[in-house]
Nanobody, 124 residues
Framework: QVQLVESGGGLVQAGGSLTLSCAASGRTFSSYAMGWFRQAPGKEREFVAG????????SYARSVEDRFTISRDKAKNTMNLQMNSLKPEDTAVYYCAAGPVSWIRRRVGEYDHWGQGTQVTVSS
């Protein structure tokens, strides 16, 4: 059974940092792009960051590009999102996504495996 499991969410004050992790099991995603999305209450799920199959290329939403860093460890089948200078508007459930293509995609419908999400709350 393929699983993506996120961890690392929590409550942090504005200006603080968190690192989210996504662990894949059941299969390897080393040939596929992976991404982070988030969904705030009452809003649609949105792209945050993505990394290609090699880990050498990354893409970010404009709202986070100078504060968040995505990385992956293909050997461990994991992906991280380092989030710095967090703002209250970053509050959301963050989801890990993977596959089925090797290049970065930015739309929800372009990923076919999803984690259950982890809550990030940034207080002002």
């Amino acid at each position: 059974q393929v699983q993506l499991v996120e961890s690392g969410g929590g409550l942090v004050q504005a200006g603080g940092s968190l690192t989210l992790s996504c662990a894949a099991s059941g299969r390897t995603f080393s040939s596929y792009a992976m991404g982070w999305f988030r969904q705030a209450p009452g809003k649609e799920r949105e792209f945050v960051a993505g990394v290609d199959w090699s880990g050498g290329l990354a893409s970010y939403a404009r709202s986070v590009e100078d504060r968040f860093t995505i990385s992956r460890d293909k050997a461990k089948n994991t992906m991280n999102l380092q989030m710095n200078s967090l703002k209250p508007e970053d509050t959301a459930v963050y989801y890990c996504a993977a596959g089925p293509v090797s290049w970065i995609r930015r739309r929800v419908g372009e990923y076919d495996h999803w984690g259950q999400g982890t809550q990030v709350t940034v207080s002002s």
